[in-house]
């Protein structure tokens, strides 16, 4: 597709669990950012990546949580021991050009119950 | 922390109405804000953006503007159509953050035929 697609669309878990959500950005973009965004509020930074490295995971919230991007393209946001606090919309973002031109993919619903 | 945040949670306008919405921030080290709306169930969508060099940008049917001396950011809308009915974030930049964005709360537009 033309643009950044996130699978699954809703994720419910059980609490304690453990779930992937996968990103697959737009074809050559080199950046890639995770978000997570809360109901009603505007989404936080969790990680960036540049190419197949994290340039910046510094909004990470703890060690449950970890991404990977190991060919530069599709990543994976990897949360262990899911809480409920963790419930929220895990937005992904993609871009050639730096943040400016960072287009959102529609996000996973993760419901942790 | 310093942060962005936003005067109005709500806003009602008239079709064919101008629409205004503000955003206060805090951090002066910030060098460059976005404007972001959002659909219901879709990522954010890229609207118009300023770099703190500049105090107004002119987009279509959009206009930002930059208050450096008040940290106060606005979103202009000319002639607002239904179609603009959404929730609209804008975002900061620290200028020693990379391609980190700091999201606002959020103001939700109403489009009123």
């Known amino acids: 597709g033309a643009g950044v697609s996130q699978t699954p669309s809703n994720k419910v878990t059980e609490k304690g669990k453990y779930v992937e959500l996968r990103c697959d950005p737009i074809s050559g973009h080199t950046a890639l950012y995770w978000y997570r965004q809360s109901l009603g509020q505007g989404p936080e930074f969790l990680i960036y990546f540049q190419g197949t490295g994290a340039a910046d995971d510094s909004g990470l919230p703890n060690d449950r949580f970890f991404a990977v991007r190991p060919e530069g393209s599709v990543s994976t946001l990897k949360i262990q021991r899911t809480e409920r606090g963790d419930s929220a919309v895990y937005l992904c973002?993609?871009?050639?050009?730096?943040?400016?031109?960072?287009?959102f993919g529609q996000g996973t619903r993760l419901t942790v119950v | 922390g310093e942060s962005v945040g936003l005067h109005l949670p709500t806003l009602s306008v008239q079709e064919g109405d101008n629409s205004i919405i503000n955003c206060a921030y805090s951090n002066s080290a910030s060098d460059y804000f976005i404007w972001y709306k959002q659909e219901s169930g879709k990522g954010p969508q890229f609207i118009i953006d300023?770099?703190?060099?500049?105090d107004k940008r002119q987009g279509q049917r959009v206009t930002v503007l930059l208050n450096k001396t008040v940290k106060h950011l606005s979103l202009q809308i000319a002639a607002t159509q239904p179609g603009d009915s959404a929730v609209y974030f804008c975002?900061?930049?620290?200028?020693?953050?990379?391609?980190?964005?700091?999201f606002g709360g959020g103001t939700r537009l109403m489009v009123k035929p």
């Open positions: 973002a993609s871009s050639s050009t730096g943040i400016r031109g960072a287009f």
């Open positions: 300023i770099r703190s060099n500049m």
């Open positions: 975002a900061e930049r620290q200028n020693n953050a990379g391609n980190m964005l700091t």
